[in-house]
Structure formats: structure tokens, C-alpha cells
């Protein structure tokens, strides 16, 4: 049974910085591609940031660009999001995910908040 289990959020003030992780069981995750989403109250869950498993490749959502940075451990099944220059709109549940096909996973989320 896959578990992705998701820490690293809390409160932080604007300009601050966070390092969230994901650590995967369950399966060798090295030929999966990872994945961070994000919720804010109200709003649909989006994309901000993935790497692929192959030449890990990444690509990140616009309003994250130059701020976050994806990044993985093969060895340890683990994926990160360093978070700098965090701002109020930043603030969300941020969310794992897994995918390989038409398989994929989420994590349960860990909550970020970003005070002004």
C-alpha cells in the first residue's frame, strides 16, 4: 500500500522561508514522477511544482517560479519543496502526489500560512 506522508508546513511570515517533504512507502518510487499541489480555502486544488523521474526534470507553476524549488531522493523515496520568499497568497494546504500511468497517490497534507 503506497503512504506518502507530508511535513514541514506552519506559519511564517512574509519574505520567510519553509522546506516541505514527502517521504513515499509502499513501492521503489525512483521511476515515479512527484509532484507538489495546493489548496487555499475556497479555491480548487492546483499544480505548483513537479519533477519527473527521468533526468529529473522539473517544471513549477508561474506564481512560484523563481521562489520554490522541487527537488527528490531516490535513496530516501522522498520529495521536497524549498518555499523562499513566501507570501500571504501562499498560504494553503499543500499536498503530495504521486503518478506513474494511471496510477497516482496524494498524501493528506500539510498546512502552510504566510502572515503579512
Known amino acids: 500500500q503506497v503512504q506518502l506522508v507530508e511535513s514541514g508546513g506552519g506559519l511564517v511570515q512574509a519574505g520567510g522561508s519553509l522546506r516541505l517533504s514527502c517521504a513515499a512507502s509502499g513501492r521503489t518510487f525512483s521511476n515515479y514522477d512527484m509532484g507538489w499541489y495546493r489548496q487555499a480555502p475556497g479555491k480548487e486544488r492546483e499544480f505548483v511544482a513537479g519533477i519527473r523521474w527521468s533526468a529529473g526534470i522539473t517544471n513549477y507553476a508561474d506564481s512560484v517560479k523563481g521562489r520554490f524549488t522541487i527537488s527528490r531522493d531516490n535513496a530516501k523515496n522522498t520529495v521536497y519543496l524549498q518555499m523562499n520568499s513566501l507570501k500571504p497568497e501562499d498560504t494553503a494546504i499543500y499536498y503530495c502526489?504521486?503518478?506513474?500511468?494511471?496510477?497516482?497517490?496524494w498524501g493528506q497534507g500539510t498546512q502552510v500560512t504566510v502572515s503579512s
Open positions: 502526489r504521486v503518478t506513474r500511468g494511471a496510477f497516482g497517490s
